[in-house]
């Protein structure tokens, strides 16, 4: 089955303007979750959407936000981009729920790789 | 704040050499996972442990989960070059709802293994 879509795969934008990197998950999965990966920083948890409804996250300004469609397809915004704002964002999906959240797989995409100059 | 503190950061070995990646915090995980991932692609899933004390074995890749659940380790024997990329540990929290879709990454460890 297809794995998780990402788009688009390279960007580059300058500072003070926006992004939408868009999401499409694994056939089935309703669960959806965001992560920013840097050299620095590593993989950092953005937020997690399931049925349209965000369920959690991370630590993040509010410039980072995102959302679900009814398809399970998500989106993520952000607003005035920053130059620290490069770097691969990573889409990844699920079939989460009950006690799987605590041990399930997450398949990831390829990431979109936002340059901010 | 749950941290995972992976060590190294950085393995350069010859093939046929046996190393260890270790992945260490002072709280507790529900599960850790380790994935790997190479350039230009998303990580992907090589082993879940859950119970404290449990051993995986995966062809050449041993992993082990600490007894309090709060380390784990990767120990590859007879590293080949295919084996380099970046290996990450990653854990999902005990704090019940706030753990949906969020796992906890190590830094990595990238991983070169010469022919």
């Known amino acids: 089955k297809a794995g998780v879509t990402q788009t688009p795969r390279y960007l580059i934008k300058t500072r003070g303007q926006q992004v939408t990197l868009s999401c499409s998950p694994i056939?089935?999965?309703?669960?959806v979750s965001w992560y920013q990966q840097t050299p620095g920083q590593g993989l950092q948890f953005l937020f997690e959407?399931?049925?349209?409804?965000?369920?959690n996250k991370g630590n993040f300004p509010g410039r980072f936000s995102g959302r679900q469609f009814s398809n399970s397809r998500s989106e993520m915004n952000v607003s005035t981009l920053e130059l620290g704002d490069s770097a691969l964002y990573l889409c990844?999906?699920?079939?989460?729920?009950?006690?799987?959240?605590?041990?399930?797989?997450?398949?990831f995409g390829e990431g979109s790789r936002l340059t901010v100059l | 704040t749950q941290l995972l503190e992976q060590s190294p950061q950085f393995l350069s070995i010859q093939e046929g050499e046996n190393l260890t990646v270790y992945c260490n915090s002072s709280?507790?995980?529900?599960?850790l996972q380790w994935y790997r991932q190479e350039p230009g692609e998303g990580p992907v899933l090589l082993v879940t442990?859950?119970?404290?004390?449990e051993v995986k074995k995966l062809k050449r890749l041993t992993f082990q989960f600490g007894d309090a659940r709060k380390d784990s380790s990767l120990h590859i024997t007879a590293a080949q070059p295919g084996d380099t990329g970046l290996y990450l540990c990653?854990?999902?929290?005990?704090?019940?709802?706030?753990?949906?879709?969020?796992?906890?990454f190590g830094q990595g460890t990238i991983l070169t293994v010469h022919p």
């Open positions: 056939s089935g999965h309703r669960s």
């Open positions: 442990v859950v119970t404290g004390g």
């Open positions: 990844a999906s699920s079939s989460l729920i009950g006690t799987q959240r605590l041990t399930g797989e997450l398949f």
């Open positions: 959407y399931f049925s349209e409804t965000q369920r």
């Open positions: 709280s507790v995980f529900s599960s």
């Open positions: 990653a854990g999902y929290s005990n704090a019940g709802g706030t753990s949906y879709g969020k796992l906890t």
